[in-house]
C-alpha cells in the first residue's frame, strides 16, 4: 500500500513567520496535487506538479516534486491568518490510474 | 454555476441504523469519487464512478457499505447497519472527463455522519 506521510502533523505560527510542509513516501508518483481545506468545507486544489525536480509558486506559496517523484514540499512565506487550514497532499500512483492516495495532513494555525 | 452539493450536511443515527448520503455533482461532470475523512485527518478512498463504466470499489471497507449513480449524475452512497467506526465526513468530488488523472476534482462541503 501506497503512503504519503506528511509533517508536521500540527503548525501554529505567527503572522509573517515562514514554513514548510512536507509529503514523502517510499513510492514514486505520476502526479502530486496540494490542497487545502478550510472547517466545514471539502478540500480545493491549490496545485498539480507533474515533473521531477518542478517548482511552482502561487503568490506566497512555493511547491516543489521531488526529483525523484517520491517527495514534496509546500513552503509558505509570511505566512497569513488567512492561510491557516488543513493542508493535504496528495499523489497518484501512475498515469493510468484516477484514485488519488492522500497524505496524512497538516493542520496550520496562523495567529495574528 | 454551482459546485458540488451534498446532503444531508450532518447526519445523526443510532447504531444498526441505516443511512443515505447523497451527492449532486456539477453539470457535465462525468467521474464521481466518494472519500471517507475521519476527524482533522487524510482522505481514504470509497468508489468511484466514470461515465458508463463499472464503478471502482475497490476503496468500500465493508460490504455495508455501497454506492450507485443514477443516470450519470446524482450518487447516493448507502451505509447499512451503521457502527460507531463510521462516523466520518463522507466527501463527494466530481470532475470533468479523465485525462491520466490530471484534471481537478471539485469536493463537496461533505456529510458529518456520527452514529451514536
Known amino acids: 500500500t501506497q503512503l504519503l506521510e506528511q509533517s508536521p502533523q500540527f503548525l501554529s505560527i505567527q503572522e509573517g513567520e515562514n514554513l514548510t510542509v512536507y509529503c514523502n513516501s517510499s513510492s514514486v508518483f505520476s502526479s502530486l496535487q496540494w490542497y487545502r481545506q478550510e472547517p466545514g468545507e471539502g478540500p480545493v486544489l491549490l496545485v498539480t506538479v507533474v515533473t521531477g525536480g518542478e517548482v511552482k509558486k502561487l503568490k506566497r506559496l512555493t511547491f516543489q516534486f521531488g526529483d525523484a517523484r517520491k517527495d514534496s514540499s509546500l513552503h509558505i512565506t509570511a505566512a497569513q491568518p488567512g492561510d491557516t487550514g488543513l493542508y493535504l497532499c496528495a499523489g497518484l500512483p501512475g498515469s493510468h490510474t484516477d484514485k488519488l492516495i492522500f497524505g496524512t495532513g497538516t493542520r496550520l494555525q496562523v495567529f495574528p | 454555476g454551482a459546485g458540488v452539493s451534498q446532503s444531508p450536511s450532518n447526519k445523526v443515527t443510532e447504531k444498526g441504523k441505516d443511512v443515505e448520503l447523497r451527492c449532486d455533482p456539477i453539470s457535465g461532470h462525468t467521474a464521481l469519487y466518494w472519500y471517507r475523512q475521519s476527524l482533522g485527518q487524510g482522505l481514504e478512498f470509497l468508489i468511484y464512478f466514470q461515465g458508463n463504466s463499472a464503478p471502482d470499489k475497490s476503496g468500500l471497507p465493508s460490504d455495508r457499505f455501497s454506492a450507485e449513480r443514477t443516470g450519470g449524475s446524482v450518487s447516493t452512497l448507502t451505509i447499512q447497519r451503521t457502527q460507531q467506526e463510521d462516523s466520518a465526513v463522507y466527501l463527494c468530488?466530481?470532475?470533468?472527463?479523465?485525462?491520466?488523472?490530471?484534471?481537478?476534482?471539485?469536493f463537496g462541503p461533505g456529510t458529518r455522519l456520527l452514529v451514536l
Open positions: 468530488a466530481s470532475s470533468l472527463v479523465w485525462r491520466g488523472g490530471q484534471e481537478t476534482q471539485y
